[in-house]
């Protein structure tokens, strides 16, 4: 069958940017465009992501506009939303238009801004990013992301015996590896003891095991494997897996096994027709360090319970025997909503060439990609390897 | 090839609602499913489309919440979000799903709540929708959506001598036929002088011109045509064309061309093997009259400039030889922004099936839809056809 290839990735820095979501997510695009040595006539289908663009500057309708800027108006362009999750599924459904054979090329990719240059503070920015959870049964708690994932996280410690000294080394790790990537929002240092004594924001969580508001942007150029014989390292996407599960949390039956998580994996390994074990990394979505922690076990990356005692063992660095986010993850890197899912396979595919610098993990040749939306209410898990 | 067939349809009334969005929609699916005969477990995806939930009542990533409500939490869940085109995008992207067998039977739907029970009035809906036009070039000037196609209209009235009674023609007829409508928003009667002498929204718009805010939903299962033989009055799904054009407005090079419907009827037609001339009806985006004009020709009904003229003589009534809108479109039915898609599907489903009660086009054997977003920037063009 038809496989799916990424020929190109660009990004721009995660951080504080002026420039509005046009200008953004164009330089991400030309980037891509320059990595594959295409241009816009060689595209033809857009698949796009921006989770809160009509919330935070009322600016919808934006998969048009964006084509618009980056030279492919008329080309079938669609915005998809899926909370956190948003440029992962923009990234599935492109994935599956090209296997099928319906485009040749497609443009994928996600943008957000999430900072003050929205003139949104925190509080405000915070508000609108809790609409992705339960508008009847969470929002009117006053219930926010950071608590989100606190209750999922003190399920997990109250199961496993997961402890915040753990959860600190995720963070640490990570800011570690965000340090060595120039795109990353955080470049500081960072050590168990400083977050341990940062100001608690949701317990378990102290500021330190919260990943940032960010703007960014990224986009990937999309081929089917016979094309991209003809393109400079390619990579192929051999397994995407999506899943939902029951919202709000009250209704999961086991909140912390983050249960679309393991269903996407599963679906993913098995398209790939491979095991977790044949990862040479993983990039995961944690929002929140113990995001990470769940995200790591539902990968199939450890085993249930495992997965804060391997953070806290190292087993998970870039030098670990499983590494974890080598690029910052969200957590360093920076968490631009709509942007994050697309952002994780540009780091595969950077990883997967040989082309990461410093973060580079050596000899990766298959990696898994995990991108968690809402209250864990979707997941996609997609596969990228070097083509053999 | 593997075709795509409709097999249920479900849709709320159109108008005022007190209900959230999770039951409005819910009321849909359930009447589709209930259409179809199937149950949640023989929904293995689910394609949806909203367009303002965030910036109505702060209510995101909707698709697993959706899905949760209707029993089919778990299964890939994707939203889009292509301002008025909302839910014709996901039903294309599931129609593509469903001919590329990645999946065998879904649901696709939207739903949209648009009016004062949202807690907004007029104003702040119209800025609201404005999202949609372009955030940089468009909205600063104070230009909304009535304003956004009284500029299209204009020009087409320019070009081609194209009268405010040809328009109010529109309106009187689209009028008519929902009051036939049990689901309609509108049921009075109006006439020519009645358009003609409400006040002036948006010149050459007087207040009969528009189209109202409503709330609604509407739903669709989606399986194949092998799968559909074994359902009652399946209806085959032929075409779907989906183009954009580039934004913003003055960057159009014939504005009133609308160059996207006229790139999705192409690529709809060509799908479908057809003509415009085999169509028994449209149902069309008529958001505003000049819309439904410019809209009659773009899909090939009239030549150009004879879109006017021809709603004036009744060619585009229901017993007329080129009927348009018997369900009596967004002017008269209503349009709950990312229900209006969907709901074009549902009435076509229903007229070819011979189940379209006193509106019924006599004969129907083959309809298209045609669903417009934003400043003419996204257009799905679609062909549904009895199975032969």
């Known amino acids: 069958m038809t496989r799916a290839s990424v020929v190109g990735a660009g990004m721009t820095t995660f951080g504080v940017h002026e420039s509005t979501l046009a200008e953004l997510f164009a330089t991400a695009a030309l980037d891509a465009y320059d990595d594959a040595g295409v241009g816009p006539d060689d595209v033809d289908a857009f698949y796009f992501g921006n ?12 998969a048009p506009k964006l084509a618009s800027e980056v030279g492919i108006a008329g080309v079938p362009a669609q915005r998809f939303e899926d909370a956190c999750a948003t440029s992962a599924t923009a990234f599935k459904n492109a994935v599956q238009a090209v296997e099928a054979g319906i485009h040749d090329t497609v443009l994928v990719g996600g943008v957000e801004r ?55 080394h995720v963070a640490v ?26 100001p608690v924001v949701a317990d378990p969580f102290h500021l330190m095991d919260c990943c940032p508001f960010s703007d960014g942007a990224s986009a990937l150029v999309v081929t089917s494997d016979e094309r991209a014989d003809s393109y400079d390292d390619p990579v192929d996407v051999t397994g995407v897996g999506h899943a939902t599960d029951i919202v709000p949390l009250s209704a999961k039956p086991v909140p912390h096994a983050t249960q679309a998580a393991r269903d996407a994996a599963a679906g993913a390994y098995e398209q790939a027709d491979v095991t977790a074990d044949a990862m040479d990394f993983a990039e995961v979505h944690d929002c929140f360090t113990g995001a990470e922690v769940m995200a790591s076990e539902a990968i199939g990356f450890f085993e249930d319970g495992e997965g804060g005692p391997a953070a806290a063992e190292g087993r998970s660095a870039l030098d670990g025997d499983r590494p974890i986010n080598p690029s910052g993850g969200l957590k360093a890197k920076g968490h631009p909503i709509g ?7 540009v780091e595969l595919t950077e990883q997967l060439r040989g082309d990461a610098g410093d973060r580079q993990v050596e000899g990766a040749e298959r990696a898994v990609a995990h991108n968690l939306g809402g209250d864990a209410g979707t997941t996609v898990v997609s596969v990228v390897e070097v083509r053999s």
Chains 1, 2 share one sequence.
């Open 51 to 62: 989770a809160m663009g009509g919330q935070t500057e009322n600016d919808t309708h934006l």
């Open 114 to 168: 999430c900072t003050p240059e929205t003139g949104l503070g925190t509080g405000e920015m915070t508000r609108i990013f809790a609409s992705a959870s339960h508008r009847q049964y969470e929002q009117p708690t006053g219930l926010t992301f950071p608590g989100v994932f606190a209750l999922l996280t003190k399920r997990h410690m109250h199961e496993y015996g997961t402890t915040e000294e753990q959860l600190a």
């Open 173 to 198: 790790k990570n800011h570690a590896n965000g340090q060595r990537n120039p795109r990353a929002h955080f470049g500081r240092e960072l050590t168990v003891e400083d977050v341990l004594e940062s």
């Open 339 to 345: 942007a994050t899912g697309a952002a994780q396979i």
